[in-house]
């Protein structure tokens, strides 16, 4: 049985709000008996937090959520049209992207920069800062910027630090770099362990305490007990076929690398 994860005390405050929006934005609640119910939150705990989320236009009243059961079917809630949005980024190694989002994590512009040939770290940043500049001069109530890239880095210090086949380009202080230009919160990760984190809020791993990402780069992560754990695999490869048609595993380490590259299947005899 999972353990209640709301508290009641004064000084969890902002604790509390946080697990109440979270639940909405997952749609793991869709009314306040829910969340009472799933946060183990006082009734009167639950009415503040809605009343004041509401009043802030995080979120919104909807339709009556229709319950089976005697007497009034409990108002729905869901993240309000007026609330602040979400930019998130990711860097790859042949593109970066960005996209525009409600904090339910509905995706609401995209935009996409496809990396030149003599690709350099100064055209990099500018291809991150004009993605960023299209989505902000489009909506301007943003609350702020998630980053994701290619590894290894460094999330603690905010760097990207010397990843394979990215054009020489190393040592890249992403977070001070975006949050000097736009002075909002910016948060890091890698992309493995951003993928496995919405995975587990958004995705098909919601509910579940153990995921694995197996990535295409002989990396991945696993999300264990709610723990982001990643790993590197010591031996990868990628099933190929031959002129015959015949599935043959190609265990050239290599080959995932050039898979996520190059974006087809190499062919060995």
Request: aromatic residues 8%; positive net charge; hydrophobic residues 40%.
């Amino acid at each position: 049985m999972k353990e209640k994860a709301g508290k009641n005390r004064n000084d969890y405050k902002k604790t509390n709000r946080g697990l109440a929006l979270k639940m909405i934005a997952t749609a793991q609640c869709f009314s306040r008996i829910e969340l009472v119910e799933k946060t183990g939150l006082s009734k009167m705990t639950i009415s503040n937090i809605v009343g004041e989320m509401l009043k802030r236009e995080l979120l919104a009243e909807g339709v009556a959520v229709k319950t089976g059961d005697s007497g009034r079917n409990p108002i729905k809630l869901i993240i309000s049209p007026k609330a602040p949005k979400l930019i998130g980024l990711v860097i790859m190694r042949n593109y970066c992207e960005a996209v525009l989002c409600s904090l339910d994590m509905k995706v609401l512009d995209r935009e996409r920069y496809d990396y030149e040939v003599s690709m350099d770290k100064e055209k990099l940043i500018r291809g991150v800062y004009r993605l960023i500049d299209t989505l902000i001069y489009k909506e301007s109530n943003v609350l702020a910027i998630g980053l994701a890239s290619i590894g290894p880095v460094n999330v603690r210090q905010g760097i990207i630090l010397k990843p394979f086949y990215f054009y020489g380009i190393e040592n890249v202080e992403i977070v001070s770099i975006v949050s000097e230009r736009y002075k909002l919160p910016v948060f890091f990760d890698h992309d493995n362990q951003s993928a496995v984190s919405v995975e587990s809020l958004f995705g098909n791993g919601r509910g579940y305490q153990d995921i694995l990402l197996v990535g295409a780069n002989q990396g991945g992560c696993r999300l264990r007990n709610f723990r982001l754990r990643p790993f590197v695999l010591q031996r990868a490869g990628i099933f190929s076929r031959n002129g015959s048609r015949k599935r043959r595993l190609c265990r050239k380490a290599l080959c995932l690398r050039q898979q996520r590259l190059f974006g087809n299947l190499p062919e060995y005899a």
